[in-house]
């Protein structure tokens, strides 16, 4: 009986190598409490975790490197899958010298002209921020190009130069007295979506599946953190989606 057992729970154990890709904007925060859970639970999985930028992490998916890789929504390619897994409220990130209150809205058009750190140009939210600039007539004085997300942080904090970053990478700011400024974009909200892309003719295998799970209950529990801290007029509280 006891090596029945041991035989049974041996064949219930997911175990195997998972090669995942991660933009900065996951790894700040919520990565760390995910694999925590996911570590404790399925201990026999064996975790290749690459942090990058998504062009690059794009090609590795392609390319059979990744099983899946989170990334910012694009247009897409030829052999990829996507699915979404949040929207998320993109906010302004300033030194506290500019005189901004923590978690009050702004509209960034009153906040101009603004000398702004910016993603090169190969990554999909530099154009969704160019085009938000251009439609909603916000005043730009000067550009420094930086993928480099340690870097940026540290630039605003020594400096009067700002960035516009998630939510999900600021949420590791909430609690802090650390000299940053965390503002809401607001009037209109600039949103920024972020896929799951994996290979197109490949069913994501369990161990994928899994810890794609969980990341995602951590990403939801930091909605609904954001959604307490800012009024419900900016960050409005939106119903879970249904478990699978």
């Known amino acids: 009986d006891s090596a029945g057992e041991e035989v049974r729970a041996f064949g219930s154990r997911v175990t195997g190598d998972l090669h995942i890709g991660m933009i900065p904007t996951l790894t700040r925060a919520a990565v760390a409490p995910a694999l925590e859970?996911?570590?404790?639970?399925?201990?026999?999985?064996?975790?290749?975790?690459?942090?990058?930028?998504?062009g690059a992490l794009t090609d590795m998916v392609q390319n059979g490197d990744l099983d899946f890789a989170v990334v910012p929504a694009t247009e897409g390619r030829?052999?990829?899958?996507?699915?979404?897994?949040?929207?998320?409220?993109?906010?302004?990130?300033?030194?506290?010298r500019r005189g901004l209150k923590s978690f009050?809205?702004?509209?960034?058009?009153?906040?101009?002209?603004?000398?702004?750190?910016?993603?090169?140009?190969?990554n999909v939210r530099r154009r969704n921020i160019e085009v938000y600039f251009e439609t909603h007539g916000i005043e730009v004085a000067g550009i420094i190009e930086m993928d480099a997300m340690i870097s940026t942080l540290q630039f605003v904090l020594c400096?009067?130069?700002?960035?516009?970053?998630?939510?999900?990478?600021?949420?590791?700011?909430?609690?802090?007295?650390?000299?940053?400024?965390?503002?809401?974009?607001?009037?209109?909200?600039?949103?920024?979506?972020?896929?799951?892309?994996s290979p197109a003719r490949r069913t994501l295998p369990t161990q994928a599946q899994l810890f794609l799970?969980?990341?995602?209950?951590?990403?939801?529990?930091?909605?609904?953190?954001?959604?307490q801290?800012?009024?419900?007029?900016?960050?409005?509280?939106?119903?879970?989606?249904?478990?699978r």
């Open 37 to 54: 859970k996911f570590v404790s639970h399925y201990p026999d999985v064996r975790l290749h975790i690459v942090e990058g930028y998504s």
């Open 78 to 96: 030829v052999g990829l899958k996507s699915r979404l897994i949040v929207r998320d409220r993109e906010m302004l990130v300033s030194n506290a």
């Open 104 to 122: 009050a809205p702004v509209r960034l058009k009153d906040c101009g002209p603004l000398k702004i750190i910016l993603p090169g140009r190969g």
């Open 159 to 197: 400096s009067d130069w700002v960035a516009i970053l998630s939510g999900l990478i600021c949420y590791a700011d909430i609690g802090r007295s650390i000299g940053r400024i965390i503002s809401p974009i607001y009037d209109p909200p600039l949103i920024a979506e972020f896929v799951v892309i």
């Open 213 to 227: 799970e969980i990341l995602e209950a951590e990403i939801a529990r930091i909605q609904d953190v954001w959604a």
């Open 229 to 243: 801290t800012i009024q419900p007029a900016v960050f409005p509280m939106r119903p879970r989606r249904a478990s």
